[in-house]
């Protein structure tokens, strides 16, 4: 009962904390993958004692993870749920830091104002452009390699410090499909992407795009929506995408893999509530 009792760990690497929790995982993950008949072969793989497989084995097995059944160590269906869920936050967790560490010396930017050779400059995001202002005070900083007038592009040396990003949403407007041919749908449609800031605005589908072009003087994305939208929200820029209900299963399976952007569908009645969703892992 104490083994089942115990808190769940938390996901990714500091999931792997808790006393014990690496060496079971990596028991499991053989037992799934290698002929588990025997404890030594094991405990040779995994570089440890006998003892100590031992142990993570009994560890497990108090927590219906895993059994020895037909002469085989072999995770249970909640043992397989367990590995499933540990090593998918892994993958997350690492993906995410991965996405942090890009040791990058220096870099092309936007000045925002005159800019003279030499001087410290601070980075950041503007509608999605890499920005350089005069001042050390940022959170990415670096060196002027030569002078700017505003507007000009800047090579920025001696970059220190990481870059803030805050990810913006991709908001979703699905069309009823036995709507198509009310003629208050065009309308209705406009009222909806102009309720908040669109962004980018997009079609994914020719009934998307036919309505779009109806109500929307700029340009619509209508090619590889999905990889144009996540692009912009990993910068900062928002994105509106429309398109007929019937569809939309088949844009969400566009947003696969770890850390997918923040999803907001927003049916055309207003009156509802939105509905965040996340897609989930291909």
């Known amino acids: 009962m104490g083994e089942r009792s115990r808190p769940a760990p938390s996901h990714g690497l500091a999931g792997l904390r808790r006393g014990g929790t690496l060496a079971e995982l990596l028991f499991l993950y053989d037992c799934v993958t290698e002929d588990s008949s025997r404890l030594k072969p094991i405990a040779d793989r995994l570089g440890v004692t006998v003892q100590a497989v031992s142990h993570s084995y009994r560890r497990l097995a108090r927590r219906g993870l895993v059994e020895l059944r037909d002469g085989r160590y072999r995770p249970t269906v909640p043992g397989i749920a367990w590995l499933h869920s540990v090593l998918g936050g892994l993958a997350e967790d690492v993906f995410v830091r991965q996405q942090r560490l890009h040791i990058i010396r220096s ?9 003279r050779a030499g001087d410290r400059v601070s980075l950041r995001l503007v509608g999605g452009v890499l920005t350089a202002v005069p001042g050390p005070s940022g959170g990415s ?3 002027a390699a030569h ?14 410090g990481i870059l803030q990003l805050d990810p913006a949403e991709i908001r979703i407007i699905p069309i009823p499909s036995l709507e198509l041919a009310d003629p208050s749908l065009p309308h209705r449609l406009g009222e909806a992407v102009d309720a908040t800031e669109p962004g980018i605005v997009a079609a ?12 929307r003087p700029g ?8 990889h144009v939208c996540r ?6 820029v928002r994105s509106t995408i429309v398109v007929l209900d ?11 893999g770890p850390a997918p952007p923040t999803l907001v569908v927003r049916p055309l009645d207003r009156r509802q509530r939105p509905t965040a969703r996340r897609p989930s892992p291909s």
Do not use: M, N, T
């Not at 692009?231 to 900062?236: K, N, Y």
């Not at 019937?246 to 696969?256: D, G, I, K, M, T």
């Open 204 to 215: 994914q589908g020719l009934e998307a795009y036919y309505l779009l072009r109806k109500v």
């Open 219 to 226: 340009p619509v994305v209508r090619f590889a929506v999905g």
């Open 141 to 143: 900083r670096g060196r």
């Open 246 to 256: 019937e569809e939309l299963p088949r844009l969400l399976a566009q947003f696969p």
């Open 107 to 115: 870099c092309r930017a936007v000045a925002a104002v005159r800019v």
């Open 147 to 160: 002078a700017a007038r505003s507007g000009e592009l800047l090579e920025v040396h001696e970059l220190e």
């Open 231 to 236: 692009e912009a929200a990993q910068v900062g």
